[in-house]
């Protein structure tokens, strides 16, 4: 009897241990992507709302993106997340926010030769803000689910 309840007591402070953990790691893996979000944002928001740009506008804008993915950087190569939707989810924005540096990588290019950039570009510059939001609404709702599957 008492092996058993010894046993019982393991186990649950097992599970509270892991389900620490998981919760301390979606809560850096959001807040990062979350910032990636925010910055994304901002450079769509100042980039929708200028009539002319200038190569000091974009490069401010790009290590705000820089600075984003070296956040996220770090997290992808970790591999102790506990559920493979949080490694998913950190990948596709990676992803996401590679290509706006690279983006504005090519905007800066543009501006400096005086050219009006495309409306492609543009268009690139100003969606990862609203992928990354849909990407932590999916996040949460996934997240839901694991948690419940985990607190059982």
Do not use: C
């Not at 186990?11 to 925010?38: E, G, I, N």
């Not at 997290?75 to 506990?82: A, E, I, K, M």
């Not at 570009?121 to 709702?141: I, N």
């Amino acid at each position: 009897m008492g092996a058993a309840w010894l046993a019982r007591a393991e186990v649950r402070r097992a599970k509270t241990a892991r389900l620490t953990h998981f919760d301390d790691t979606t809560s850096y893996v959001r807040f990062l992507v979350v910032q990636a979000q925010f910055e994304s944002h901002g450079i769509a928001h100042d980039f929708f709302g200028r009539s002319s740009l200038s190569s000091g506008d974009v490069d401010t804008w790009r290590q705000r993106a820089e600075t984003a993915a070296i956040g996220l950087t770090a997290l992808v190569t970790r591999s102790d997340y506990g559920h493979a939707s949080i490694a998913h989810m950190i990948a596709n924005a990676k992803v996401l926010v590679d290509g706006l540096v690279s983006s504005l990588r090519e905007l800066s290019d543009v501006i400096s030769r005086n050219e009006k950039p495309a409306d492609d570009l543009r268009e690139r510059v100003l969606s990862p803000h609203r992928a990354l939001y849909e990407l932590l609404e999916q996040f949460d709702r996934r997240l839901k689910l694991v948690r419940e599957t985990l607190y059982e």
